[in-house]
């Protein structure tokens, strides 16, 4: 049925998969919630660097993981290994989420998934190159983590994520089905997620959920350029803010000799909801800068390839200015505060 579906009408077999995607993340997370397991899988206690308030469950991986794995394993069972390697990691961080584990066995395990995938579908260029795409796609597994941290806000970088590499493996120049029908099924899951994670959130993403979810931006990001769907810049044009955000954090604590994977609330998102904006519409703005980056990245796969590369910088210009106004706007509000007391 699937593949006489996708004959007649890619477009449609996706959104087919992701409501069925969305359907089940969301009745896994229901049942979670309603049993009262979520809470004993693992809780989020507040502290003072938490932007909530209360004790929430950080189960939503339990929902996103599990319906990504079949999916990738239905749909496009060439890609196996990336499910493998996201549900060890899934294990991994539950541990974490539960008891704690070290920075250095967290970081061991991610190196570990990225090596495989690398190994086992080396692209070819030059080994330099795999070593820098694979340092990149470990970044991309810890800033996805670093960034969830507000409502709304990694479950709808998902969505808009996956659904963006969905409508370049379906309808780019050179489209792959498979690649975009699992895509299209992670993007759905995100949706079943935001039904109990956009504000006021009842359940956080987790790392279990957070670590796959960067795993699965870099695995399938590398997967897709490796098979030609489309150049290395894409998946960094797509989740560009993402990228942006926490690299920018990431380089400022350095500077300040800072451990930069303590807790913290210095990222732009988590100073536009202190200064007032709210968890809702901080997400709203994302999602609008998001998407907006989408739409270039996959209208830029039709130019040339000097184009390409001025749509990326362009971009990358844009994305450097709306953080300085986030940051002109914490400023001001500093300078008040400090006058104030």
Request: hydrophobic residues 60%; positive net charge; glycine residues 10%.
């Amino acid at each position: 049925m699937l593949s006489s579906l996708l004959e007649a009408s890619p477009s449609l077999a996706a959104v087919s998969i992701a409501v069925l995607a969305s359907i089940a993340c969301a009745l896994i997370l229901q049942a979670l919630l309603r049993t009262g397991l979520a809470w004993r899988l693992a809780t989020d206690i507040p502290n003072e660097r938490s932007l909530h308030e209360r004790p929430t469950p950080r189960v939503g991986g339990w929902g996103i993981v599990p319906v990504a794995v079949v999916a990738l394993f239905a749909i496009a069972p060439s890609m196996w290994l990336i499910a493998a390697c996201a549900v060890f990691l899934a294990a991994v961080s539950q541990i974490d989420d539960r008891r704690g584990l070290p920075a250095r066995v967290r970081f061991a395990a991610h190196i570990v998934a990225v090596a495989v995938v690398i190994a086992a579908h080396p692209a070819g260029v030059p080994w330099w190159v795999l070593v820098l795409v694979g340092f990149l796609m470990v970044w991309l597994i810890n800033l996805y983590n670093f960034m969830d941290g507000s409502d709304g806000l990694a479950g709808g970088m998902a969505l808009f994520g996956f659904g963006g590499y969905a409508l370049a493996a379906l309808a780019g120049p050179a489209p792959q089905a498979d690649l975009g029908l699992a895509c299209a099924a992670i993007a759905g899951a995100a949706v079943g997620f935001l039904t109990l994670n956009f504000h006021p959130a009842r359940i956080f993403l987790g790392d279990a959920g957070s670590i796959p979810l960067g795993f699965l931006a870099g695995a399938l990001g590398y997967w897709g350029w490796q098979r030609g769907v489309w150049p290395v810049w894409f998946p960094a044009l797509v989740f560009a803010p993402f990228i942006a955000d926490a690299s920018v954090t990431l380089l400022r604590r350095l500077s300040r000799g800072e451990k930069f994977w303590q807790a913290h609330r210095e990222h732009y998102y988590q100073r536009m909801v202190r200064l007032g904006v709210g968890h809702a519409r901080t997400a709203l703005a994302w999602y609008l800068l998001m998407l907006a980056g989408i739409i270039l990245a996959n209208w830029a796969l039709r130019f040339s390839l000097a184009a390409q590369w001025s749509a990326v910088a362009g971009w990358a210009v844009v994305v450097m200015a709306a953080g300085l106004v986030v940051d002109a706007c914490w400023r001001r509000h500093e300078t008040r505060h400090s006058e104030q007391s």
